[in-house]
């Protein structure tokens, strides 16, 4: 009928035209639903919003097109430009290895200068410190200073400067030091507490610890013992236990001889870097005595000449907590050496320079828990200073012996779970031991993931 009215050819060519724009229909719609798709369907999926979004699609995608081109090219720029950035003021920098630390740590205000006439004081004088402490004991029975028998109630206090270390590994060493710590107390049920605060600006460097020592047996007057030791020093025998019954009847114990404190007067007869001092008056009034000699400055300095005139082989430097301590019981037995035990039976502190080239000799004849020279409990890095600009050894030596006197107590912890170092001087560990379908019938060779020592039972009032 439409070829006898419009021709033939006529025909041919609109049906060709519909076939066109069924295609061109069927082509929008799938464009749509593409477009749906990736730019979502508009806030109610009408038709409108579709169109809506699609016009702002293309406009912003144009509008993106250009900044983030600009970064890119900020972004391969090369490193002048973040070298500026690094030291522009602005902290734009995201290089940690370029960037100054000095620009957030910067000391608010002045220092409070102290009254040069005034004699200086830890606080205020505490006269019945044992009374005060026996009646809160006795109102707080659920926080007893013996948590078994034999076994008093202990917190070990270390700590290290508010600021970063003054040279680029000193804050990883640290890190060690205190992870050797918390592990040695882990399995001896000791209390830890890790201090970054200066507590008093004239009582800096040696002496810093005397104002917190004190401040925490006034906190804490549920702690029997409070077992100070220095930041370089660490735990290499880790199922030692101290003898405590052994100081039943003493107030302070420190490793050191009693010839060279009492006879020679020997700066180096005793050593401050780790000691045990008990929770009483007794204790307050030696931190009195004790702290005379520590204000920084012309105090310092002119006792320092003291001590070294009258202690043997003292160099000529500032007054210092362990030289004092030495003057002060050679000079004042009588008050304060029957309280004071002198321990050399085993190493609450070693010398590092005569012990870590041992260990292999102390692994193959003898084992942990002897605590003296056939497996020291702590080795001490005095002189190394791993945290300042200078120390008094090498560096090389010393932080590889630091490594290897880490990876000795480590091991003791890694054998609980199967791994060792490949060496003292590795990082790497290995395995020791083949896992197993039955975990809690598998013991460690030590004995240290549930030890005796720590299995002990907090009495504490029944509701």
């Known amino acids: 009928m439409m070829e006898r009215c419009l021709g033939a050819n006529r025909c041919r060519r609109i049906q060709r035209a519909l076939r066109h724009l069924k295609v061109t229909v069927l082509c929008l719609v799938l464009t749509v639903v593409v477009l749906r798709g990736t730019i979502g369907a508009g806030k109610f999926g009408t038709p409108e919003q579709d169109l809506d979004e699609i016009r702002q699609h293309i406009y912003t995608s144009h509008k993106r097109a250009e900044p983030h081109r600009v970064l890119e090219e900020i972004q391969t720029g090369g490193d002048s430009s973040s070298s500026g950035d690094a030291n522009s003021g602005g902290g734009g920098s995201n290089n940690y290895e370029t960037f100054d630390i000095n620009k957030i740590f910067v000391d608010e205000g002045e220092e409070e ?4 006439n005034k004699p200086y004081t830890l606080g205020p004088k505490i006269s019945d410190w044992d009374e005060q402490r026996s009646d809160w004991l006795a109102k707080n029975p659920s926080f007893p200073n013996f948590i078994g028998p034999n076994k008093p109630r202990v917190l070990l206090v270390t700590g290290s400067a508010p600021k970063p270390c003054e040279n680029p590994v000193g804050d990883h060493y640290l890190l060690k030091s205190i992870k050797n ?29 005397l104002p ?15 077992w100070w030791m220095d930041s ?15 100081y039943k009847d003493y107030n302070l114990v420190m490793h050191g001889w009693n010839e ?11 050593n401050t870097g780790s000691f045990l001092l008990r929770n009483n008056q007794w204790a307050l009034d030696l931190l009195d005595t004790w702290a005379p000699m520590g204000p920084k400055g012309k105090i ?17 430097f500032e007054a210092d907590d362990q030289s004092a301590m030495v003057y002060l019981l050679a000079t004042q037995r ?13 190493y609450l502190h070693g010398y590092w320079g005569i012990l870590v080239d041992k260990y292999e000799e102390m692994i193959e004849n003898y084992h942990p828990g002897l605590g003296d020279h056939r497996w020291p409990l702590v080795t001490h890095f005095v002189g190394c200073k791993p945290c300042g600009k200078f120390g008094d050894y090498p560096v090389e030596r010393c932080l590889k012996q630091m490594d290897r006197a880490f990876n000795f107590g480590d091991n003791q912890i890694l054998q609980i779970y199967g ?45």
Request: aromatic share 10%.
């Open 113 to 116: 200068k102290p009254d040069p």
């Open 419 to 463: 791994f060792t170092h490949e060496s003292l001087a590795s990082r790497k560990v290995k395995r020791v031991r083949n896992e197993t379908s039955n975990p809690l019938e598998m013991k460690d060779e030590l004995g240290l993931l549930h030890p005796a020592f720590k299995a002990v039972k907090v009495q504490t009032n029944q509701v």
């Open 260 to 270: 060279m404190v009492y006879n020679e007067k020997n700066w180096i007869g005793l």
């Open 334 to 346: 009588d008050t304060w050496g029957n309280k004071v035990y002198l321990e050399n039976g085993y």
């Open 181 to 209: 710590k918390i592990d040695y107390c882990r399995l001896h049920g000791i209390e830890i507490f890790y201090n970054m605060a200066l507590l008093d600006a004239e009582m800096a460097g040696f002496w810093a610890k």
């Open 212 to 226: 917190l020592i004190r401040k925490l047996l006034l906190s804490h007057p549920e702690i029997e013992f409070l």
């Open 232 to 246: 370089d020093a660490m735990f290499t025998d880790m199922a030692f236990e101290l003898p405590w019954e052994r």
């Open 300 to 316: 310092r300095e002119e006792a320092g000449k003291v001590l070294t005139r009258e202690l043997k082989g003292r160099p000529v």
